[in-house]
């Protein structure tokens, strides 16, 4: 169940599933483009992107179960990626039963993969770009990736927060000086260290937990581009990218930056998904 409301030309709402209520917004018109964040990314993440596709696409974004605006009945439950995949798709229900374009970064990617495999229907054209699923690398590199991705959570239990999101920006190999010329200063929101702790906790483990089907995707018959930042060459994240495009037999593309290249280069990121998606 869902309600929109207009907010001058953007509209927002919350949509109630299982376990919570998910606060979602929407720009533009046409075709819908749900974009999904990475780390703890919210509805907001997007925010210098969805201008520059509003002409084109009805983009849409949301918060993450136990994420800025979208309550938990149980504000302990277990977070899985089978769940937001499915919450994903109630999002999308919200907005009528055709096909949408879906764009994923990082744990977003994953999400996006997941909601091609549980609700292929639902997606018309799947950008994954850096999904964090070592399982698809070979034995060794499989195990430096699983042991670098350990290595945030025993950062977070040494240190806290602070520790954590500095070894993370360590493990992807993260440049913040990596972004657009014009890439604006913005301060972090309140709600920030909350989103953080949340995703820590409770959507990091979630990922570690997930394994993902490359059979049901391939079964799914959605179409499925991998896609990798220019800047992360020599990744682990870069590698699963290249691994999901040569199992899958899907194209494999280059956006600007690394890791976090789709938040840093918010113009670059439209760019592409409109010659990608075909606008």
């Known amino acids: 169940m869902s309600a929109h409301r207009k907010v001058g030309a953007h509209r927002e709402g919350f949509q109630q599933v299982d376990g919570a209520r998910l606060y979602y917004k929407a720009v533009g018109s046409g075709p819908v483009l749900l974009m999904l964040a990475g780390g703890d990314g919210d509805a907001d993440a997007f925010d210098l992107t969805t201008p520059l596709l509003s002409d084109q696409y009805t983009v ?27 919450d994903a798709q ?9 096909p949408a374009y879906v764009f994923g970064g990082s744990i977003g990617a994953l999400i996006g993969l ?37 290595s945030v959570q025993e950062a977070l239990r040494a240190g806290g927060i602070a ?26 929101s309140a709600r920030r260290p909350a989103n953080l702790q949340f995703f820590l906790t409770h959507d990091a483990p ?60 918010p113009k670059a990121l439209a760019a592409s998904l409109r ?4 606008g």
Not at 120 to 125: I, K, L, M
Request: aromatic share 6%; with cysteine.
């Open 114 to 150: 997941a909601l091609a495999a549980r609700h292929p229907a639902r997606v018309r054209t799947l950008i994954a770009f850096e999904p964090p699923v070592p399982e698809l690398l070979p034995a060794e590199p499989r195990a430096r990736a699983i042991r670098a991705r350990e």
């Open 90 to 98: 109630a999002i999308l229900a919200a907005f009528g039963a055709e």
């Open 163 to 188: 520790t954590a999101m500095q070894q993370y920006a360590r493990v992807a190999q993260l440049n913040l000086q990596d972004r657009e010329p014009d890439f604006p200063v913005v301060q972090p």
């Open 206 to 265: 979630a990922v570690g937990r997930y394994r993902l089907s490359i059979e049901a995707l391939r079964t799914a018959g959605t179409r499925i581009i991998a896609a990798a930042g220019k800047s992360s060459v020599d990744t682990w994240l870069r590698q699963v990218a290249e691994a999901l495009a040569q199992q899958l037999g899907c194209p494999l593309v280059e956006f600007a930056g690394d890791h976090a290249g789709f938040v840093m280069h």
């Open 60 to 86: 849409v974004t949301y918060d993450r179960r136990g994420l800025s605006r979208s309550v938990l009945d149980e504000p302990e439950q277990a977070s899985s990626i089978e769940l937001h995949a499915d």
């Open 275 to 278: 010659g990608l998606f075909g």
